[in-house]
């Protein structure tokens, strides 16, 4: 479903922000893209998303090279930033119709399509308020339901997990795994690394803009902690120390032994 070679975003005269990334991501799974602060994800997801242009390299979604036919590229994606952007005077029936005429659904299909959305993420009771009355995490299910209104290909979401309560995030992990099992794509960003290992079927990790490491979950285990660790000493071994992981094991054996009967 993706496919990048080489991609590579530079920012002025810096340093690569992205650095020759290569990933392949396949149809019909949860891909977890991780990384400390500045490690270049967002710029890596941004242009798979078609919001920014490559200093180099190429990006294929579902075979579709995004620099030859961008417009047909992005008709597949569902993106959701970091901060998502709604327009908070509008009632949400009438920002997803905005977003309905955008990818040229009819107003017909964009209606039943909201609807059923609404009432999916417990917001059918709401339909016709102003957006601007709505909570955090009702507006982070909202712009779920946008992202998904014409039904795409591949879903990529920046850091979707920010400010929800539980069950509001319990919820959008089932979305993810639903949307897969439709055979469907999901690239999500994640800091929640029990996320990330919970619903992603493999991830990447991207450290000063290159890729450090990637694969299943389990292989990443089996490669950087002799598989007796977690995803959490995963990451730290590769993008902290190898110190700050063996600190986190020591801490959770203690804390297994003092709750040991």
Request: hydrophobic share 40%; proline share 4%; net charge negative.
């Amino acid at each position: 479903m993706i496919r990048t070679h080489q991609l590579t975003k530079v920012y002025g005269r810096g340093a690569p922000a992205v650095n020759e990334v290569d990933l392949h991501v396949h149809e019909g799974e949860v891909f977890g893209f991780l990384g400390p602060n500045g490690a270049g994800k967002t710029t890596t997801m941004k242009m798979i998303a078609g919001m920014l242009r490559p200093s180099s390299g190429t990006i294929e979604v579902a075979g579709i090279d995004t620099a030859r036919d961008p417009v047909s590229a992005k008709a597949l994606i569902g993106y959701i930033p970091d901060r998502p952007y709604l327009y908070e005077r509008l009632t949400a029936l009438e920002f997803l119709a905005f977003v309905g005429a955008i990818y040229g659904m009819e107003d017909a299909s964009v209606l039943r399509r909201s609807q059923e959305l609404l009432e999916f993420f417990s917001l059918g009771g709401v339909g016709n308020e102003l957006v601007e009355s709505y909570s955090h995490g009702m507006k982070q299910r909202l712009s779920l339901a946008a992202a998904l209104l014409h039904r795409p290909r591949l879903l990529i979401i920046d850091e979707p997990m920010v400010g929800l309560d539980p069950a509001g995030a319990r919820l959008i992990k089932s979305v993810f795994r639903q949307q897969a099992d439709e055979g469907r794509t999901v690239f999500l960003s994640t800091h929640t690394l029990e996320v990330a290992e919970a619903v992603c079927d493999r991830v990447a990790i991207i450290q000063n803009g290159r890729i450090v490491a990637q694969g299943s979950v389990q292989q990443l285990k089996d490669l950087h902690t002799a598989g007796g660790g977690d995803l959490e000493q995963v990451f730290l071994t590769l993008v902290g120390s190898p110190e700050q992981a063996e600190v986190i094991q020591v801490l959770k054996e203690d804390s297994e032994a003092a709750s040991a009967p």
